[in-house]
C-alpha cells in the first residue's frame, strides 16, 4: 500500500539521464489541463536522505512548476532491493 503525500518540489531531485527526457509541448498540455481539473495522478518518488528522488512523474512535476505551484502529490514508493 503507497501512502500519498503532498511534498515541497523543491525537496524532489530528478536525476540527470530523466531530466533529459523532458518534453516541453508535454508539459504545456499538462499544465493547461492541471488549470482545469488539478493534479489527477500523484507522482512516485522514493526516500533518499532528507530529500527524495524522483521514480516517475516528470512531465507532471514540470507542468506543477510552470504553474508557479510549491507542492506536489506524491506517492512514497520503496527502492527495489537489488
Not at 533518499?48 to 506524491?74: M, N, S
Request: proline residues 5%; positive net charge; aromatic residues 4%.
Amino acid at each position: 500500500m503507497m501512502k500519498r503525500q503532498t511534498l515541497a518540489i523543491q525537496d524532489i531531485y530528478v536525476p540527470v539521464q530523466r531530466r533529459q527526457t523532458i518534453d516541453s509541448k508535454k508539459v504545456e498540455a499538462l499544465a493547461e489541463s492541471m488549470m482545469e481539473k488539478g493534479q489527477e495522478v500523484p507522482i512516485l518518488v522514493r526516500p533518499d536522505g532528507q530529500r527524495f528522488v524522483l521514480v516517475e512523474g516528470l512531465h507532471r512535476l514540470e507542468a506543477c512548476k510552470a504553474l508557479g505551484e510549491t507542492t506536489i502529490p506524491a506517492y512514497l514508493v520503496q527502492a527495489r532491493k537489488h
